[in-house]
């Protein structure tokens, strides 16, 4: 045989050398949580070693992940009810807890890339990512609102923009409003393609942020369809995206490759909390070698494609990486 491929795997040093893809810290974005109080760090219960963090030691949390080589960071906020209404309006407040962090997070951090959310969800007493009406959840009424929560956040310091919302249009409408406030060099990192997943469970128990009514259906998508990616991409290339991102990631590994294969702007895979949740547990049980399939997991999201993955491992892989 002319061709015996297992020559190139024949050592250590070999392998190395022929190696396709690596994961580096500078591939990952770590979502983080923040709740009101002080000196809090509360686990959430099913997602072993994720916290939810007070803005004291959430400024701890990140000091100790930039000693690491992580530099990348989306804030989540988890808020009690009574801060929530049909408007979200918390979700805009600049003297609010999410907005007051994100100036505090950038004045000490300056230098790290801090990347935000915006959709109604976590601010609203529906619990959806849009505005309700009679059971409804009405698109082009939301959009203003989500401009809202945008400018302030950039306004705070954010550098990217994270509109979670799969609202029509919206990429658009936030650049444009982006633009007209001088914000030119505000990123916005598109949830371009963001199914209707069971795989969030974990992320929804850490923002206690479940509708409180029916499912997210008719604006996120359909987990049977992969061609109706490439419409949502096409908007929202159009629209002004700087990164589009494929949500969840581990199941949906086609559309990052189909996304990767058709536009040259960087594509984001978020490793949902459903998804750490699994490894965590099977890890648990002695089922499975919890360290070497997060890194497996993590490294076939970067060989489909992804530039940036938002994965709740990014601390424990740069701790792996650091030794």
Known sequence: MLRRPRRNRQSAAIRGMVEENQLTVNDMLFPLFLVEGNNQKIEVQSMPNIYRYSLDNLLKEIDGCVSLGLNSFAVFPCLPEDKKDKYATEGANKEGLYIKTLEKVKQEFPQIALMTDVAMDPYSSDGHDGLVENGQILNDETLDILANMTLAQAEAGADIIGPSDMMDGRVGYLRNKLDEQGYINTSIMSYTAKYA?????????ALDSAPKFGDKKTYQMNPANSKEALIEAQLDFEEGADFMMVKPALAYMDIIKLLKDHYNIPIAAYNVSGEYAMVKAGAEKGWIDGEKVMLETLLGM???????????????????LKK
């Open 197 to 205: 997943s069971a795989y969030y469970g974990p992320f929804r128990d």
């Open 302 to 320: 970067k060989r489909a494609g992804a530039d940036v993955i938002l994965t709740y491992f990014a601390k424990e892989v740069a701790t792996l």
